[in-house]
């Protein structure tokens, strides 16, 4: 079993505010010990339909929640934060 901690950011291409997400979640996620992946919800019906509307959010793979745009630095180093 792998401790593999990753921080999704869920968004599409040409979204302005995914990229903003980006550069934001990319160093906080490296800062907190997490793997930064970039899914297109485009690509997937599921994905589309659950955040089509939503994104950019942001999810831990270990299930502890999501975070809905907008959000800054300071939203995103509590978000992942191990409490």
Do not use: K, N
């Not at 010990?33 to 659950?50: I, K, S, Y």
Request: charged share 30%; net charge negative.
């Amino acid at each position: 079993m792998t401790d593999r901690r990753e921080l999704i950011l869920y968004g599409t291409l040409g979204c302005s505010l995914c990229a903003m997400a980006l550069e934001l979640a990319a160093p906080e996620a490296a800062r907190a010990g997490f793997e930064l992946a970039e899914v297109d919800v485009a690509e997937d019906d599921g994905l589309l339909d659950a955040y089509g509307t939503r994104i950019p959010v942001v999810r831990r793979s270990d299930g502890r929640g999501e975070l809905d745009w907008p959000f800054d630095r300071h939203a995103l180093r509590l978000f992942l934060q191990d409490d």
